[in-house]
């Protein structure tokens, strides 16, 4: 195991910001640096009315960090905001220490996490985006090869050549990139074809949703307890408990002031949210701070344009609730992942909100036209099926989404014909 690195943490509170808030965010930027592999030695906090033009904190502030850096042989100072390039030139400057902030630390994260190719690149095009206008004199380290927590690798080159490098880098990803979304535009379009319901499982990181994935597909995809332990997204065909079948999809993490760098990179991979019927909202319940986290993920809903989708919150870690937990958010389901029995609660809970959303019907089908019976028992949810030998017709009740094609194909044409309908 690689020797951790000596970390301090640094956070300029503005005054009037909500306490929790910051608390959870300082709480937060530790997890991130153990996730990182650094140790965290001290914090240091500053409350101002805004923070300081060139130095983020004020200097009598920096003088005590400078000490702090003495006392605990410290290797790297970690900025709790992003910082603008001035204030990170500034302060590197003017401390015995590398300096990084919150930003790309985060981006450090990923780059280890990311196991795809169109992860890898996302990931890269994040970092050249953040790297590019923060380039000055000493030049910058370019392989992301490099030891310690925020660097890119070897060597220093001339200021003009990383700049043309980066921005000729940037280039390439983003052509590569564009590749690679053209191939998930076609899945996604092949998908929609094959009339599959798309369930997108979304939640602050570490909210156990590759746990509940899992556990929902027979999946063995990374389950670890740290923060962005899945990047890459991961999609099954699941059956609900009255045979519908639905695609399932595991997304990244959202976290408190997620860098909009990183956002932008991975909208193709977000966009599996916004192309989702249905979205499942995993809720660690178990943390304090979870209303918040609740927040942080309806936010970027919004901002992604998935907001309007049918949600059902669940609140995971029930075995470890306080015992005054209250949901914030409806409708909603408490459960643990580990607990079979709730697995199966949860999917006919899902059923429950879906049918919900959708139209009830009845509908005849042949005995012999088995194509149209298979299509209703995968595509619709049944509630009872009866077969009538003297006619030898199977008479199904359940609910449909109007949405959906065959909707159009039997339930509305059959309304004319007298073989379909749907009940009010």
């Known amino acids: 195991m690689d020797e951790k690195e000596r970390v301090l943490l640094v956070a300029c509170q503005i005054k009037g910001e909500n306490e929790d808030r910051f608390d959870t965010s300082l709480q937060e930027l530790e997890q991130l640096t153990e996730t990182a592999n650094g140790k965290v030695f001290d914090i240091v906090t500053q409350k101002r009315d805004r923070r300081h033009p060139a130095y983020y904190l004020g200097t009598g502030k920096l003088e005590e960090i400078e000490k702090k850096i003495e006392e605990y042989d410290i290797d790297l100072i970690i900025l709790n905001d992003e910082v603008s390039p001035g204030q990170l030139r500034n302060l590197t400057d003017r401390l015995n220490a590398r300096v990084i ?73 983003k052509q590569h990139l564009q590749t690679v979304v053209n191939q998930r535009n076609q899945y996604r379009k092949r998908r929609k074809e094959n009339k599959a319901f ?26 670890e307890n740290q923060l962005f332990a899945t990047l890459d997204p991961l999609t099954r065909e699941i059956q609900l408990t009255k ?10 993490g959202f976290i408190q002031d997620l860098p909009t760098t990183l956002v932008a990179a991975f909208r ?16 660690d319940g178990s943390n304090p701070d979870f209303p918040q986290h609740e927040k942080t993920v309806y936010d970027l809903l919004e901002d992604l344009g998935a907001n309007h989708l049918p949600i059902l919150t669940v609140y995971n870690k029930q075995d470890q609730f306080t015992k005054e937990f209250t949901p914030t958010s409806h409708p909603f389901f408490t459960m643990s992942a580990f607990n079979e029995n709730d697995i199966k609660q949860l999917l006919t809970k899902i059923e429950e909100v879906v049918k919900g959303e959708w139209e009830e019907y009845q509908v005849q089908v ?51 014909d007298n073989e379909f309908g749907t009940t009010n």
């Open 101 to 173: 902030d919150r930003t790309q630390l985060i981006l450090d994260i990923f780059a280890g996490r990311a196991k795809t190719r169109e992860g890898k690149l996302q990931v890269e095009l994040a970092q050249m985006e953040y790297m590019l206008p923060r380039l000055y004199g000493k030049g910058i380290e370019m392989s992301r090869l490099g030891a310690g927590i925020g660097t890119r690798g070897p060597g220093e080159t001339k200021l003009e050549t990383d700049r043309r490098h980066i921005q000729r880098r940037i280039t390439e990803i």
């Open 198 to 223: 798309q369930i997108a499982i979304v939640g602050y990181t570490n909210a156990g949703k590759s746990t509940l994935f899992n556990r929902l597909t027979n999946s063995e995809s990374l389950e």
């Open 243 to 252: 045979g519908f079948h639905a695609i399932i999809s595991d997304t990244v």
């Open 268 to 283: 193709s991979t977000l966009e599996e949210v916004t192309e989702a019927d249905f979205i499942l909202h995993v809720v």
């Open 366 to 416: 042949s005995a012999d036209d088995g194509r149209k019976l298979n299509e209703m028992r995968k595509h619709t949810i049944i509630e009872s099926e009866t077969f009538h030998s003297d006619t030898e017709k199977y008479i199904l009740t359940g609910y449909i989404n109007p949405e959906h094609p065959i909707y159009h194909q039997n339930i509305v044409r059959g309304n004319t």
